[in-house]
């Protein structure tokens, strides 16, 4: 018999979702509420035609991004002053405490695999209701 405190492998199969404060939703994945991690999360998220995120940061955790299909724009910076055009392939980094928000700005909805070193997916998200003015006027520029 094992030890049932001892931690082992487990297998998700992510059909069930949940609405993050950055207002996606995200196919619930790995993440210390599921498989009890101690240090990483990893969800997959769609960003509908036309969708996108509020401003937020992380606080203390650092996100890797791979972008399975399709192409998002993601701002970044302490007014969201810089951009990345993501497309399926590429991977992406945002460093712990950097405001960021990704914009789908096509047609055609975008699917990425987010992985944070933050095991409670929603713990270390905040909100920057204060660079939502700095966004719009960055996606108007774009």
Request: glycine fraction near 8%; proline fraction near 7%; charge should be negative.
């Amino acid at each position: 018999m094992g030890d049932p405190s001892r931690p082992t492998c487990r297998l998700i199969r992510p059909d069930d979702t949940y609405d993050g404060k950055q207002g996606l939703t995200y196919l619930a994945g790995i993440a210390s509420e599921t498989v009890g991690s101690q240090a990483i999360c990893m969800h997959l998220l769609t960003i509908p035609a036309g969708g996108r995120a509020k401003a937020h940061m992380h606080e203390s955790h650092e996100t890797a991004i791979y972008v399975l299909e399709g192409e998002a724009v993601a701002l970044y910076g302490d007014r969201l002053e810089h951009h990345a055009v993501t497309k399926a392939g590429d991977l992406f980094y945002i460093p712990a405490g950097v405001p960021h928000l990704p914009i789908n700005m096509s047609d055609k909805p975008v699917s990425a695999v987010i992985a944070r070193t933050d095991p409670n997916e929603q713990e270390s998200v905040v909100l920057l209701p204060e660079l939502e003015g700095y966004a719009e006027e960055a996606i108007a520029r774009i």
